[in-house]
């Protein structure tokens, strides 16, 4: 008797010990989350156009590298019944890059003029809105349960709007692209640490509490500097151009943001909090670190291709090596080049992202 007593005292122990583990674990994420939260809107509404210079040039390129990596965590050895969702994700994703890194290539040669770029923009959105509407219902194929054959339809709406104002359709994919990563740090959570979904779901609600206070501040100050050739290049991007009679200081500084967060979720959130908070899951020999290639389910498999992926990732780190040279020697070249060869993981984000539901 007072052996089992014992034994039940050391099981309810460990069980206490362990729930107290869970919820301070959850408590670090909501506060890591709710004070990088407060600390990219600051320095975002603080000083947008410096802000801007800076993380892309620190964060742009690792930023991607982490996201590669990760889509290679998701891409499975055999597509088997996902080979036409793969197919056409793939196509789609070579076919739309090449075009949009060939557009302004063609209008700077004065193949059309200034009021086909309307047409021609409006077309390219078409084919990128019908391209994930063939996923969307190509991916509700494979959910036996839902049927998602409105995403047709749905995109051939969106096709309508867009011929209306293409140019602003396209500003609208700059400011919700960013909003994607924290979609797939929901779906994330929802399968590795369920027990922190509800509480990262509630620290979205600061999210719109955060965009008011930087309207708030950007409404107090004057417009931004664009008296040079980098400074107008950040405020065009963030749409003054087609927005003149909103505050330049409240586009840039709500674009920064946005992009913050972006990067934070694929620097911090996904590659650090997550597998961190597994360490009480498993033996030391269980777990994995970032650069290790055996950690990609692609490279561990017996079929899989360990040196085609450790190849790729060793490529890509040369890649981020490459961008802070050309940020170091002519950061206004190598931004445009960056921001539209960058289209390319938007993109890639469109079927891992929908793999994931």
């Not at 003054?240 to 946005?258: E, G, I, R, T």
């Not at 269980?286 to 360990?306: C, D, N, T």
């Not at 090596?321 to 940020?327: H, I, K, N, R, S």
């Not at 539209?340 to 938007?346: E, L």
């Amino acid at each position: 008797m007072e052996r089992t007593a014992n034994i039940d005292l050391a099981w309810r122990s460990s069980t206490a010990s362990n729930s107290a583990s869970r919820h301070l674990s959850i408590r670090a994420f909501t506060g890591i989350l709710i004070a990088c939260a407060c600390l990219s809107a600051l320095l975002a509404s603080w000083l947008p156009l410096q802000v801007s210079i800076a993380t892309v040039f620190l964060f742009a390129g690792p930023h991607n590298w982490f996201e590669f990596r990760y889509f290679l965590m998701r891409m499975p050895v055999r597509f088997g019944e996902s080979r036409n969702f793969f197919l056409v994700a793939f196509a789609g994703i070579g076919f739309l890059t090449l075009t949009y890194i060939s557009l302004p290539l063609l209008y700077s040669f004065g193949l059309w003029s200034g009021d086909a770029w309307s047409t021609i923009l409006a077309s390219w959105n078409t084919i990128l809105l019908l391209w994930l509407g063939v996923l969307v219902w190509l991916r509700g194929k494979q959910k036996s349960k839902r049927d998602w054959s409105w995403s047709l339809p749905a995109a051939l709406g969106l096709v309508s709007l867009n011929w209306l104002q293409p140019e602003f359709f396209s500003l609208a994919i700059v400011y919700l692209h960013p909003l994607v990563a924290l979609w797939f740090l929901d779906r994330h959570l929802r399968r590795t640490r369920p027990a922190w979904l509800r509480a990262y779901r509630r620290c979205l609600w600061l999210l719109p509490l955060l965009l008011v206070g930087i309207f708030w501040q950007s409404s107090r100050t004057a417009a931004l500097p664009d008296d040079n050739g980098l400074f107008w290049r950040i405020t065009q991007h963030a749409g003054v151009q087609l927005l003149p009679n909103v505050s330049s200081h409240l586009l840039v500084s709500v674009h920064v943001f946005l992009e913050m967060l972006h990067y934070g979720v694929w620097l911090i959130a996904l590659p650090l909090i997550a597998p961190l908070a597994k360490s009480s899951l498993g033996p030391p020999a269980q777990r994995s670190a970032i650069w290790e290639v055996k950690a990609v389910p692609l490279a561990r498999h017996p079929r899989g291709f360990p040196k085609l992926v450790a190849t790729a990732l060793a490529f890509g780190v040369f890649l981020v090596a490459v961008l802070w040279l050309g940020f170091s020697v002519d950061y206004s070249t190598t931004r445009d080049v960056y921001f539209t060869v960058a289209i390319a993981h938007v993109l890639a984000e469109a079927p891992f992202l929908l793999k994931m539901l």
